[in-house]
């Protein structure tokens, strides 16, 4: 059988034996898959360097006869991201982001806005900002994640009555309902229980900022960082939202690690 060629990102791995290894990647067509690396380990492996966390790759392969580990043949590394290893903040960000979208690319999936997102991602932690321009684009990244894995918010109308709903100073976000409620149905309970993550409080320029993220990323018309209580709400609504509807806890808001520059 012919090798198959498929562009990817390396997102880990795991040694396999006492000279192989077994990477992951996230690729644009076939979503999550896993490679087996024959001699990775070797002091003189062809592989060193090339299958760090965060590359941008280009792999060549053999599928095999069956199961969905598959056999690596040669690796030319296209984006090394040499960068994100310099930051503190951008290698903390980088890894929040690629832990999040291992989390809802499956294998055999299609995944190119997927991956397309995640290198765009990396690009930008390539030459990364102060950390509060990190972790507006991270926050960023979130929502447009959900838009194109089919969970962006309802953020127009009511996600309960469907009025068109009116610029206002707070709004009240419902993480179970998908979206905004009006002032009238946002202070009615929901009929589903007790279980259900209550109404949480949002600005406009917080909602404004979720509402253009999920569109495209970078935010459109978004320059520099939010200002940080915008960015908080930001931050405390998308774990919410995150872990309802991905079953993924969103690390806390200010875990970070502290750089020193």
């Known amino acids: 059988m012919d090798p198959a060629r498929q562009n990817a990102i390396i997102v880990g791995g795991v040694n396999y034996s006492d000279s192989s290894r077994v990477i992951w990647a996230i690729t644009p067509d076939y979503g999550r898959q896993s490679f087996l690396v024959k001699g990775a380990r070797r002091a003189?492996?062809?592989?060193?360097?090339?299958?760090?966390?965060?590359?941008?790759?280009?792999?060549?392969?053999?599928?095999?006869?069956?199961?969905?580990?598959?056999?690596?043949?040669?690796?030319?590394?296209?984006?090394?991201?040499?960068?994100?290893?310099?930051?503190?903040?951008?290698?903390?960000?980088a890894s929040e982001a690629v832990e999040l979208v291992k989390s809802v690319v499956h294998e055999e999936q299609e995944s190119n806005d997927a991956f397309g997102l995640l290198l765009e991602f990396l690009r930008?932690?390539?030459?990364?900002?102060?950390?509060?321009?990190?972790?507006?684009?991270?926050?960023?990244?979130?929502?447009?994640?959900?838009?194109?894995?089919?969970?962006?918010?309802?953020?127009v109308d009511c996600v309960r009555c469907g009025t068109r709903l009116t610029h206002q100073e707070k709004y009240r976000f419902l993480p179970a309902q998908g979206g905004i409620a009006c002032n009238q149905c946002g202070t009615v309970p929901a009929g589903g229980g007790t279980d259900q993550p209550p109404a949480l409080l949002v600005s406009y320029p917080a909602l404004r900022f979720i509402y253009r993220s999920g569109r495209k990323f970078p935010p459109a018309e978004q320059t520099g960082t939010l200002p940080p209580e915008v960015l908080k709400e930001v931050e405390t609504i998308a774990g919410r939202y995150l872990a309802y509807h991905f079953g993924e806890t969103a690390r806390p808001a200010g875990s970070q690690p502290k750089t020193g520059g």
């Open 44 to 93: 003189r492996s062809k592989y060193l360097g090339c299958l760090e966390t965060f590359n941008h790759v280009e792999l060549i392969y053999h599928k095999g006869r069956g199961g969905s580990l598959f056999t690596l043949r040669e690796v030319d590394v296209v984006e090394h991201f040499s960068g994100i290893r310099r930051s503190l903040d951008a290698f903390w960000a």
């Open 124 to 155: 930008q932690m390539d030459s990364p900002a102060d950390p509060a321009a990190v972790k507006t684009l991270l926050a960023a990244l979130r929502w447009r994640l959900a838009a194109i894995t089919g969970h962006e918010p309802q953020l």
